[in-house]
């Protein structure tokens, strides 16, 4: 664990097909942040290579109309020369669906998941990640309101809660779909930085906030807790 | 001009320091609804070499705490290699006060801002790129609200409209800050694709819409229309 919160070494985690938002939404706020705020960012990926963003320009599935219709990241680390870490975020994406391809990254979630993690955190589907080291079980944990019935079942042990923006449980964050995992992690400076930095770079990003609690989507895809 | 809206030949400028959200937030709803429309992205910059998003590994301006806090992505296009456009989009970002290294976009956005562009776009501080070709002078326009005074006087014959989430001005579409640009693009998917799909994809990325009249960072930052 860092000495102090300004210490943070931050992994996230990237692969092709992720979400671009559930990556550059959070980031936003943690690029805001450090502008100020020491922390060092590792993207982390299988290998060095560029990363595609939301889709491969040779479609990961039928139905895609525009594979020339792409974005490229760049890795900083792969798994075997990623550094100690004291924050790992997951993001999501429908390429977390090909069990085969994120089977490495699962793996590298179980050996990093350990009592020394000061944070993990999810966004989306990222969340079914988590869920399949088993790590997750017994825990609070939310996911993307449209994949939820599918991320439930990549966990069935996990408790997973419905209607929510985000969940907080100890210490592991996992937002809802794309959007929310910025509302989480302005959220979580908020938590670890205090109200005003939080909400200062909220209204440097126009963001309009949306509280832990306030999560209109969940009706709307139909699940209710019971 | 495209024979129909399915065929958009779309180029997003990216430079050194460029604003992440305001690139990914509204390629997060293109990337989505070009799940099922056909269209094509360019990634513009002025060499192929990898882009810092936020801020360069060598800080852009003093008192940037965390240089090494960073990300890549890569070009598709230079300038010289750019295709056909339809539709041009310009984030902000820090790196827009730096007016020399930012010129050869101006270049290339008066080069390129002719009478067959279909739209000009612009998030944040990218608008003020548009005003500094002058061919934005006597149109309406919008930018972000912290920056606003300063975009003002790159454009002192551009009718600047200080109070609007984004502002539309027959084929010029321009932004406030950071934020929303996303909710700009899912209007100008709703004006362009019809209200179903933009409401299905902004619920895809539960994302929390704010109209066009909606701003309320402009009273936050005291920008009043007189």
Redesign the interface.
């Known amino acids: 664990m860092p000495s102090n919160h300004t210490a943070f070494s931050i992994g996230y985690l990237i692969f092709h097909g992720f979400?671009?938002?559930d990556?550059?939404?959070p980031?936003?706020a943690?690029?805001?942040l450090?502008?100020?705020?020491?922390?060092?960012?590792s993207?982390i990926s299988q290998t060095m290579d560029?990363v595609w963003?939301?889709?491969s320009p040779i479609p990961l599935r039928e139905?895609?109309?525009?594979p020339?219709?792409?974005?490229?990241?760049?890795p900083t680390h792969t798994f075997s020369t990623a550094p100690d870490l004291d924050i790992i975020i997951v993001p999501g994406g429908g390429a977390t669906r090909n069990l085969n391809a994120t089977q490495p990254y699962v793996d590298f979630l179980s050996s990093r998941w350990t009592d020394d993690l000061t944070f993990m955190m999810s966004v989306c589907t990222g969340a079914s990640l988590l869920a399949r080291t088993g790590k997750m079980d017994g825990r609070n944990a939310t996911s993307?309101?449209?994949a939820f019935k599918w991320v439930m079942s990549t966990g069935p042990n996990v408790n997973w809660v419905k209607k929510a923006r985000w969940v907080v449980d100890g210490n592991l964050w996992t937002s809802?779909?794309?959007?929310?995992g910025t509302d989480m992690m302005i959220g979580w400076i908020e938590s670890e930085y205090g109200t005003d930095k939080a909400t200062n770079l909220a209204?440097?990003?126009?963001?309009?906030r949306?509280g832990q609690d306030n999560d209109p989507?969940a009706e709307?895809y139909g699940l209710t807790d019971d």
């Open positions: 979400t671009s938002l990556v550059w939404g980031l936003a943690l690029n805001s450090t502008m100020n705020e020491t922390a060092s960012l993207l560029p963003v939301d889709r139905g895609i109309a525009s020339e219709f792409y974005e490229t990241v760049n993307n309101k449209a809802s779909g794309v959007s929310a209204n440097l990003m126009e963001w309009n949306m989507f709307l």
